[in-house]
């Protein structure tokens, strides 16, 4: 292993980012190293827009409403992994069945929203 990859706790300021948020050379990494997180469940959640309605109106809807949403024709979908918006992404048909194609990676605090 190189210096890069031995770090101590003791090297690191108190003032300095997080691991995660450093450079740091980590070399070939696949992704047989993530295995022991394989089974862990996540929650995934495409969302095509939001609509906000009174308690009144919502027990007007019924079947054939029509609730409009916030998003207009062609506009990305938001992704969230566990309620954390990680992707947007296009809306498509896949042998009969609605599915989503990511088309752009959010990075932490690049929202846009």
Known sequence: MSDETNLTLDEFAPDEGLATEMMVNMGDKTAADLAPVFDVPVHISAVLGRASLSVAQLL??????????????????????????????????????LGVTMTEIIKDGDTNA
């Open 60 to 97: 007007h809807l019924g079947q054939g409403s029509v609730l409009e949403l916030d998003r207009k024709v062609g506009e990305a979908i938001d992704i969230y992994v566990n309620n954390r918006l990680v992707a947007r992404g296009e809306v498509v048909v896949v042998d009969d069945r």
